[in-house]
């Protein structure tokens, strides 16, 4: 997830940071208030969105610039050195397109699984109750896909297609990966 790449660039170069969990819906107005304060010119056309580091008086969102951020200011060798930025930018980028497609068929899978609901309440209601706040549980979930854009035309077929192609990439880039490398471009950092 977006969230889990920033803290892995944060907790790389050993930068301090409080993990506050973001509750969809109930969190926005803390979060765009957040993202006003970061914002050159207030903000108002970006979507409020995690992962979104506050570092004194700087405001940093995206993954990305949360990584990029830690380079400047971590004291580790940098996550993505000036002669590797493009490539690591666009493996980024890629991830992105991958972790979006598949929001999209989660959340799509989850108003379609009254299972999957009661599941996404079970740390606001005993399992008993579940069943009772399912209603809550879908206009949550409505409102995470309208938020992200994803409409009724949004199908499976459409995401399945967006992650093929690129996770047949990633897989022809690891196989080509010399000595059994870990690591998609040879090394870490």
């Given at each position: 997830?977006?969230?889990?790449?920033?803290?892995?660039?944060?907790?790389?170069?050993?930068?301090?940071?409080?993990?506050?969990?973001?509750?969809?819906?109930?969190?926005?107005?803390?979060?765009?208030?957040?993202?006003?304060?970061?914002?050159?010119?207030?903000?108002?056309?970006?979507?409020?969105?995690?992962?979104?580091?506050?570092?004194?008086?700087?405001?940093?969102?995206?993954?990305?610039?949360?990584?990029?951020?830690?380079?400047?200011?971590?004291?580790?060798?940098?996550?993505?050195p000036p002669d590797r930025e493009?490539?690591?930018?666009?493996?980024?980028?890629?991830?992105?397109?991958?972790n979006r497609s598949i929001r999209?068929?989660?959340?799509?899978?989850?108003?379609?699984?009254?299972?999957?609901?009661?599941?996404?309440?079970?740390?606001?209601?005993?399992?008993?109750?579940?069943?009772?706040?399912?209603?809550?549980?879908?206009?949550?979930?409505?409102?995470?896909?309208?938020?992200?854009?994803?409409?009724?035309?949004?199908?499976?077929?459409?995401?399945?297609?967006?992650?093929?192609?690129?996770?047949?990439?990633?897989?022809?880039?690891?196989?080509?990966?010399?000595?059994?490398?870990?690591?998609?471009?040879?090394?870490?950092?």
């Open positions: 997830s977006w969230s889990e790449r920033a803290r892995w660039a944060l907790d790389h170069h050993r930068l301090p940071y409080q993990p506050v969990e973001h509750m969809p819906m109930l969190g926005e107005r803390r979060l765009r208030r957040l993202m006003k304060r970061g914002a050159p010119g207030g903000g108002e056309d970006r979507k409020a969105t995690v992962p979104l580091l506050v570092a004194g008086d700087v405001v940093v969102t995206e993954s990305w610039n949360i990584a990029r951020h830690a380079d400047r200011t971590g004291k580790a060798a940098a996550l993505i493009a490539a690591i930018g666009e493996w980024s980028e890629l991830g992105d397109r991958m999209a068929l989660v959340l799509r899978a989850m108003l379609a699984s009254p299972a999957a609901l009661d599941e996404s309440t079970a740390g606001i209601a005993p399992r008993p109750l579940r069943p009772l706040v399912r209603p809550m549980a879908r206009i949550g979930v409505g409102y995470l896909a309208r938020k992200r854009g994803l409409g009724a035309g949004d199908d499976e077929a459409r995401h399945e297609s967006l992650l093929v192609p690129i996770l047949d990439r990633l897989r022809g880039a690891l196989a080509a990966l010399p000595g059994g490398s870990p690591y998609l471009l040879g090394q870490f950092g």
